[in-house]
C-alpha cells in the first residue's frame, strides 16, 4: 500500500441527530430552535423542507447500522438530543423512549463492530431552554452540564469517546451574526457571550466526566478549524488580518480546549471593542483546569483573507468581524460549485501540523470532510447506482494529506466523512448530498450505497490505498 494507516486507525461517518432522528407522534421530544423556526419561518429553509423530514433514523437506524458495516465503518459519530432526552429541561425528567432509542443505537453499533463516538451539542438548543436566553443565559450551562452528566451515567458504560459540541463557533456566527440559526440576531455582543458560556459549558461537561473514574473513556470537542492563510505572506497587514481571523474563528475555541486559556490578542482586541462577555474568577479557572482529551477536527475549506481596504466605521453592536479584514478571492482557486466552498486538501495537513507545533500534538482525528454536491441522481448506472467518483477523488486527495502529516508526527487518530446516509441540513435541507449512501426522500427514504460506499469498504479493509 502506497498510503498505509497505523494500526486501530477510526474509519467512519458522522452524523447528527437533529439531522437524522426525525420528529415522531408520542415519542417525547420536545421542539429545540429548529422544530421552532421551521414552525415560525418555514420560507428560511430551502424548498420549504424543515427538520421534519430527515432520513429517520429514528426508525431505521437498525437498517442503517447494517448500511455502516457494509460499507466499512468501524466508528460512527453522532449526537444525542438534548430535547429529546430531557424535554423539559426544567424538571430534569429523563424521557425513557430517548433511553431505549439511545441504548438500541449504541448496542447495535457495538454488536456490528462499529465504536460509537457521541456528542452531546450539534446546534439544537432545546426550545424551552432558548426562551431564558440560550447560551446568552449562564444559567443554560447548568442545565447543559446536567444534561452532560445524564447522557454519561446512561451510556458512558459503552460509549467511550464523547465530545461536548460541535463546531461551537457555528452557533455563534449563525445566531449573533449572519441569520443562519434561530435567534438570528445581529449582535456580536451577544455572540461573544455565547462563544464564552459554550466553552465554560464544555470545561464544566469535561470535569464533570473526569470526575466519574469509573468511566475509562475520553471526552473533547469537535471544532471546525479553518486554516487561514494572508493574501500576501510578505504584507505585514495582510498577516496581521489572517492572524486576526485565525484567532476569531479557530484559536477562540482551540486555545481555551486545549490550553486552558483565550488568546491573549483576542481577549484584546474584544477588550477594544467593547466586546468584553461577562466572566466569573471561578468560572475562568473551570476553564483552565479542564481541557479536552482528544479533538475532532472537521475540515472543509480555508479561509484567505486580505488586509480591510476601505475602513469602515465601527457601530455599536452592528460590528461584524468582516469590519476588520476584507476577504481575498484567490484567482484559480478550485472550488465545489453547488456549496460555494473552496477545495484546498493541503488545508488538512496545515491543520494538523499546526496541532502537531502549536497545540502539543494533541491526539485528534478528522471528525467531518465532506464534499456537497447537488443533483447527484444525473450521475446514476444502470444498476441504480450513483457514481460519484468525484468524491472518491476529494477523500483521496485529502487522505494524501493526512497520511503526510502522520509521517511527520501528527498524532491524528481517524478519518470521518460527512456523512454517512444524505441527511437534512439546516437551511439547505438536501440541496447538497453528502452521504456514502443514498436517501431517496420520494421512496420512504429508500438507502442505496454509492460507489464512494464501497470503494471506503476496501479502503479501511485494506487501512489504506495506492
Ligand atoms: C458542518 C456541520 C454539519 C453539516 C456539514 C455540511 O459544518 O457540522 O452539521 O451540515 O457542515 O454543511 P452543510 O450541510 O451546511 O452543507
Known sequence: ????????????????????????????????????????????????????????????????????????????????????????????????????????????????????????????????????????NREVVDQYVFYAKTCFELFGDRVKKWFTHNEPIVPVEGGYLYGWHYPDEINLKHGVQVAYHEALASAKAIEVYHSMNFLDGEIGIVLNLTPTYPRDEQNKADVEAARLVDGLFNRSFLDPAVKGHFPEDIIKWVKENDLMPITTPEDLKTIAENTI?????????????????????????????????DVYDMPGKKMNPYRGWEIYEKGIYDTLMNLKENY??????????????????RFVNADGMIENDYRIEFVTDHLKWVHQAI???????????WTCMDNWSWLNAYKNRYGFIAVDLEQEGKRTIKKSGYWFKELTKNNGFN
Open 1 to 136: 500500500m502506497d498510503y498505509q494507516f497505523p494500526k486501530g486507525f477510526w474509519w467512519g461517518s458522522a452524523a447528527s441527530g437533529p439531522q437524522t432522528e426525525g420528529v415522531f407522534e408520542g415519542d417525547g421530544k420536545a421542539q429545540n430552535i429548529w422544530d421552532f423556526w421551521y414552525e415560525e419561518k418555514p420560507e428560511k429553509f430551502f424548498n420549504n423542507v424543515g427538520p421534519d423530514k430527515t432520513s429517520r433514523f429514528y426508525k431505521k437506524y437498525q437498517e442503517d447500522i447494517q448500511l455502516m458495516k457494509e460499507t466499512g465503518h468501524n466508528s460512527f459519530r453522532t449526537s444525542i438530543q438534548w430535547s429529546r432526552l430531557i424535554p423539559d429541561p426544567e424538571t430534569g425528567v429523563v424521557n425513557p423512549k430517548a433511553v431505549e432509542f439511545y441504548n438500541h443505537v449504541i448496542d447495535g453499533l457495538l454488536e456490528n463492530g462499529i465504536e460509537p463516538f457521541f456528542n452531546l451539542y450539534h446546534f439544537d438548543m432545546p426550545m424551552t431552554m432558548q426562551e431564558k436566553g440560550g447560551w446568552l
Open 293 to 325: 482529551d482528544l479533538l475532532g477536527v472537521n475540515y472543509y475549506q480555508p479561509r484567505r483573507v486580505k488586509a480591510k481596504e476601505t475602513p469602515v466605521e465601527i457601530a455599536g453592536n452592528s460590528i461584524l468581524p468582516e469590519d476588520f479584514y
Open 360 to 377: 502539543g500534538n494533541i491526539r485528534c482525528y478528522i471528525s467531518e470532510n465532506g464534499m456537497g454536491v447537488e443533483g447527484e441522481e
Open 407 to 417: 509521517q511527520e508526527g501528527s498524532q491524528v487518530q481517524g478519518y470521518h466523512m
